[in-house]
């Protein structure tokens, strides 16, 4: 084995935090997909891109669709693995993650675009600090094989200054076993079911309905590296945020398989949903959380 070559940036106080051996921010629009090959150097570890929102304008939100089955707000005190991503300890998530050990979140890799200095964990609400934890985020982890277009191995790990209270999200097994097509899975975040360009205030759940590669790519195209729902037939309400999990819920407890990513616009209803696949990832994600990056 080797060491991984992997981007890692690590986070200080607000008063010294420098971005650079990372990326460096320029403050503007959304990003759009013909912004990102041109601001990304493929061969450069320093990255200068234009940041408004997490989401280029070729992804918006209402891009991000679901198939509503079963859509409510999540009850207050469920589903604690759940984390938004914020730039103040009191302000308002830009993007969702997942608690998948003790000091460590999952997920998208464009959310580490944004200026991630606190994870809000077990929160029911888009901001403050009235419940749940807020905890520091020092470092920050990008899966090596992540590329900018197409959202291939579109995964970041989050490192917590502590450990957080609540108890992590079981991973998909790396064998693919925890996917069944037609099976159903739950998306959830902080946007709401009418694909609006803006946060909800309470975490959001949707029941989506899981579809094999060989299927999905019948409709679009799909890599390993993702994961897809069946569109609803006769519905074109949208769901979902950016990063936000896709779980299995068994008896013995909920099963990340996914990251809410990206799919074609909310005017077509029974067109997939596309979510990156957790179990391609495992082997690197253990590797994080055991503190040793090889391939």
């Known amino acids: 084995m080797k ?46 891109v ?7 304008k070729s992804t918006s939100s209402n ?20 984390a938004g991503l914020r730039t103040t300890v009191d302000g308002t998530n830009f993007c969702s993650a997942s608690l998948i050990s003790p000091i460590h ?13 606190w994870a809000s964990i ?3 609400y888009v901001n403050g600090t009235q419940d749940g934890e807020q905890i520091k985020v020092v470092a920050i982890l990008t ?6 277009r197409g959202f291939t191995y579109d995964f970041a790990v989050l490192v917590l200054k502590k450990p957080s209270k609540f108890t992590p999200v079981a991973l998909a097994k790396s064998d693919d076993s925890d996917v069944t097509d037609g099976e159903w899975a739950v998306t959830m975040g902080w946007d709401d079911d009418e694909g609006l360009s803006q946060m909800g205030y309470e975490l959001f ?53 996914g990251l809410v990513t990206w799919g074609d616009d909310c005017d077509k209803p029974g067109y997939p949903s596309i979510y990156s696949r957790v179990s391609i990832a495992r082997a690197w994600i253990d590797s994080v959380i055991n503190g040793v990056c090889f391939h």
């Open 63 to 82: 891009d991000i669709r679901t198939p509503l089955e079963k859509t409510g707000i999540v009850p207050i005190g469920m589903k604690t693995y759940v």
């Open 122 to 124: 077990g929160s029911h």
């Open 3 to 48: 060491l991984v070559t992997t981007f890692i940036s690590v986070l200080a106080f607000p008063s010294t935090f420098r971005a650079d051996s990372y990326q460096h921010f320029v403050q503007g629009d959304n990003l759009s997909s013909d912004t990102i090959p041109t601001l990304l150097d493929e061969t450069s570890n320093n990255r200068v």
């Open 50 to 56: 234009q940041v408004k929102n997490v989401l280029p």
């Open 205 to 257: 759940r949707s029941n989506v309905q899981l579809m094999s590669n060989s299927n999905c790519a019948k409709e679009t195209k799909v890599t390993e590296s993702l994961l897809c729902s069946r569109g609803a037939a006769s519905q074109t309400s949208c769901s979902g945020e950016y990063s936000g999990p896709v779980v299995v819920e068994r008896s013995s407890g909920d099963v990340i398989v």
């Open 143 to 148: 899966h090596p094989k992540s590329l900018r």
């Open 105 to 117: 979140l999952l997920a998208g890799t464009s959310c580490t675009l944004e200026d991630i200095r």
